[in-house]
């Protein structure tokens, strides 16, 4: 079956400083979502893009946050300035297109800021 | 605002066993309903979904789910579970106007299947 890749698996930061989570979605697929589960609590939606653009985001995030797909093939989050409170497992997924409700998820990148 | 509650944190069942893990639901309209597993140090895995149609609906690895409208739930189960099967089980929720399209997490239910 095909895969969603995300690099790093692990992030380690310091406080203030930028990071970009790298992620690789299914070739043919077209909606793409970044989602975030802090360590014991629930998977928690961040943006989804589309047609290179945002569509939706969640309260969670704010300008420090930003999404890219620079070409054919990545979808990057970039936090600007990292906070504690970003300390969480990222996930990046990809559904195929309209109609077509299955999201496929990548392993994750853990971030730690300290 | 859309929500999924699985009131339970932990269920352990005997290899050989049927297992259910409880979903509840609130979302405005028709839901779209989703069960998804999570292995350690994978992302999580499409089971199954609830769009349409026929009220108990079958997935992967077995499991099969039933949507309870006037009970708004979508209990997982399986008729004899595995020990491969002792994962995190996540339910999830969406509408289909505005951000309610996007996917709501339950907190997730570890499973733990006892050879």
């Known amino acids: 079956e095909p895969e969603v890749t995300q690099t790093p698996s692990h992030q380690v930061t310091q406080m203030g400083q930028e990071v970009i989570l790298r992620c690789v979605p299914i070739?043919?697929?077209?909606?793409f979502y970044w989602y975030r589960q802090i360590l014991g609590q629930k998977v928690e939606f961040l943006v989804s893009f589309y047609n290179n653009e945002i569509s939706e985001k969640s309260e969670i995030f704010d300008d420090q946050f930003s999404v890219e797909r620079p070409d054919g093939s990545n979808f990057t989050l970039k936090i600007r300035s990292t906070k504690l409170e970003d300390s969480a497992m990222y996930f990046c997924a990809s559904r195929e297109g309209q109609g077509n409700e299955k999201l496929f998820f990548g392993s994750g990148t853990q971030l730690s800021v300290l | 605002a859309q929500s999924v509650a699985q009131p339970e944190d932990q269920v352990n069942v005997a290899e050989g066993n049927p297992l259910t893990v409880k979903c509840t639901y609130s979302?405005?309209?028709?839901?779209?309903l989703f069960w998804y597993v999570q292995y350690p140090n994978r992302g999580l895995q499409f089971l199954l979904k609830?769009?349409?149609?026929?009220?108990l609906v079958k997935g992967s690895y077995g499991f099969e789910a039933e949507f309870n409208k006037s009970q708004t739930s979508f209990h997982l189960k399986k008729p004899s579970a595995l020990v491969s099967d002792s994962a995190l089980y996540f339910c999830?929720?969406?509408?289909?106007?505005?951000?309610?399209?996007?996917?709501?997490f339950g907190s997730g239910t570890q499973l733990t299947v006892l050879p």
């Open positions: 070739s043919n697929h077209l909606y």
């Open positions: 979302v405005s309209g028709n839901p779209y």
């Open positions: 609830y769009i349409t149609g026929d009220n």
């Open positions: 999830a929720v969406r509408g289909i106007a505005g951000s309610a399209r996007q996917l709501t």
